[in-house]
Structures are given as C-alpha cells and as structure tokens.
C-alpha cells in the first residue's frame, strides 16, 4: 500500500472507464490479476474455504467475495458497496438528426447532470453495441470512439434574447451534440458503429441490433492545484469508491469473509436487476450461504459500508452547509446523516466506524444537510432496507458533483482505500 501511487492508478482506473461496461470489465482485469475466478450465474457454484470469486451482471455490475476460514454464517460479511454509473447524457435508440447539413444525436438526461458543463466540451461516445455476426448470431461488444466524437455548442451570446440572462434549457432541442457536417459520402450512424465493432473487436458485423451508448468527456482527468492536491476529471462520482473498495480488498488479504458490490443504476433510482434495488447481492448471499437458516443468521451478522461522494463545502458557497458540518477535500472520509433515512448511518455504525477510523488512524468527518435543502441518497437505504444488513454510508468530499468534471482530494484516494483496507482487515 505505501508504495502505491494512488493518484495515478485512480486517473488511469477513471480514463479506462467511460461507462460502467468499462469499469466493471477494469474491475473484472485486476482480480484475475489477483487469482479472483470468475462465477456465472446460470452454472452450479462451487465454493471453497479460502476462496475468491466474482461474478457480473449485464456487464454494468459486479459482486467479488473472499470466504474465510470461518462460516459466513457465523461471522456475516464485510461488505463494501459503490456504483458504476455516473449522471450524463445517453443516445437514443434512432438518435440521426439532420439539420442545415449538419447530423446530430438525439439524446436522453440519464440522473441528475448539471447540464450547462455539457456545453461547448470535447465528446467521444462509449457503451455497449449488440450485434449479428456472419452466421446471423447476436453478440455484444463494449466499445469506446476515444478521440473526441460529438460537441454541443453553446448558443452565442449575440443571438440570445437576453445576454446577461442565462434562457432556460430546452432539453429536447439543445442538448443533441453534432457529430459530423453531412456530405455525399458521409456514413450513417449504423456505419459508424459497424465501423468501430469491427475495429475494436475484430470482426465484421451484419447489422447494428441495438446500443447503449453513453456520452463522455474527452478530456483526461487530472492533477491540479499550485501543489497538486487535487483531482479534476468525470465521472468521480462514484468511481472513486469503486476503485477504493477494489484496492482495499485486494491489499487487504483478509482472512475473513469480504466482500464488494458495484450496483449500476444508482444515479436513476436503482430499480433494475443491475441497482441495489434488485435481487443481485440477495441472490448471491442466498448462493453462498446454502440454506435459509443460515443466510438469516449471515445477515445479522454483516455488515455494510455504502460508499459514495459527499458535498465538500463551496468556499463561494458555505451557506449552503449546515455551519457545524463543513467536510473539506483531502481531510479523510465523510460519514453521512440524515433524519429522514436518506442515509442509513446511525449512532450504532457511525460510533463502528469512528473506531475503525482511530484504530487505523484515518481523519474522518461528517455532513449533515442544511435544513432548507432537500437530501440526495445512495444504494445505502435501499440495500439495507432489501437486505436487512446493518449499514452506513460514507463518501469522499467532491466539489461540483454531478458536473461533467469533478474536484476531489489527491489525500482522499489513499485515506478512502485505507479505510477498506481496515474494514475488510478489522
């Protein structure tokens, strides 16, 4: 662990992972690395003290386990939770549109983007693409254009109504980025796509059935800062958590039994198979346990750290916190409260975790909403209240969440995987 360089593993973990295909299938590359096999869900599982498994689902999410010398049922799980998917914007199924010989893309709001930083920024496209091969079969790929592919340009200052006044964002007709100036030999998207399946993959597609295509910003994430003490780039939220759980479990070691789930859909409410509100980590504590009796008495016996960003205070904006809770970037993990069970931290986890904290010697905070405004929430709640498995929630201060880039603390990286790490050792 000391001899890791956090910062640049992360910004190399962020730049692979355009879309949660991506990160899941980073994921998936380091625990084979680590001696993690790989378990699929339609086959009988086979499992064995001392071993260590992962298994996927729609590509987007994924659950990795390490089972101890001890019954699960006897000892519960340590378990760490994170997302994959981020807010942006996504293309629709028949996206073309043709426009004084310009060819743009119709686009959906997927979460909660803040929708201005979309403007006037570099895009490239990444997702998956279903396909048929030369034999008529539909396979998938995950794909990613890289170089910058689409851009929405801002409407000039001159032609607004009102030029000191930012007009409200008519999301149906100004958010289509252009993707390229038509000509007599210019491809269709369908082109397009076989174009960069047969690139990427190396074989030649029949037909494009269908995508799920994701746009990105182009530009790398980032060290900034006069001394380099922090990170600018997309999609912090929430792969920051996703790469700290998967660091700290892997140098962990742990002898017990562990383990890290990655939910997709988070940022949309988390009701699909893939979110925290469907059946997944159920399942697959269901399959490890081997019996009813045993798989309640795992569940009393687990338990659960929700990990996604907090709201690090806006030095332009401090009214906007609660005065006695102001989480600083780079000043460790913050624990995260709500009355309302937004968060599901409660005296009993929060007072866990602070001794975790101490004993590892990790700075911790915490955030509380400012009363007038309103509280986001996390797979936390909604894992807890499916699972029955005591939990709390934590995160990373960010600045500018939800932005298409993202400000975090370089000293959060390392104190966020410290924390796994002594979870998943404690």
Known sequence: MKNINHEKQFIDFLTQSPSPYHAVANVKER?????????????????????????????????????????????????????????????????????????????????????????????????????????????????????????IPSLAVHLSKKGDE?????KQKQLPPILLQKTSKSPNFEMILKELVSHQEKVKPKSILEFDLLLYDAQKPVQVGYQNEFIAGARLDNLLSCYCGLMGLIS?????????????????GSQSDVGAGGAFLKSVLKRISGNLEDYYRLINQSMLI??????????????????????????????KVNASQRYTTNANTSGYFKLLCQKAKIPHQIFVSNTNIACGSTIGPITSSLTGIKALDIGAATLGMHSIRELCGVKDIKWMTKMAQAFFKS
């Open 252 to 268: 962990a070691e742990s002898k017990d039994n562990c383990l890290l789930v990655l939910n997709d859909h988070e940022e949309v």
């Open 166 to 170: 930012v007009p409200k964002l008519d």
């Open 31 to 151: 625990l084979v690395k680590k001696g993690f096999s790989e378990l699929l869900e339609s086959e009988k599982w086979k499992l064995r003290k001392g071993g260590r498994y992962f298994v996927t689902k729609n590509d987007s999410a994924l659950i990795c386990f390490t089972l101890g010398n001890k019954s699960p049922a006897n000892t519960g799980f340590k378990i760490f939770g994170a997302h994959t998917d981020s807010p942006g914007l996504k293309i629709k199924p028949n996206p073309e549109k043709e426009l004084s010989d310009y060819v743009s893309l119709g686009v959906e709001v997927y979460g909660g983007p803040l929708l201005p930083t979309w403007f006037d920024r570099d895009l490239s496209m990444a997702g998956r693409v279903a396909y048929t091969n030369s034999k008529n079969q539909m396979r998938t790929a995950i794909v990613d254009f890289i170089k910058p592919v689409a851009f």
């Open 306 to 335: 929700s990990a996604d960003n907090a709201h690090g205070v806006h030095p332009n904006h401090p009214e906007k916190h609660d005065g006695n809770h102001l989480p600083k970037l780079n000043m460790g993990p913050v624990i």
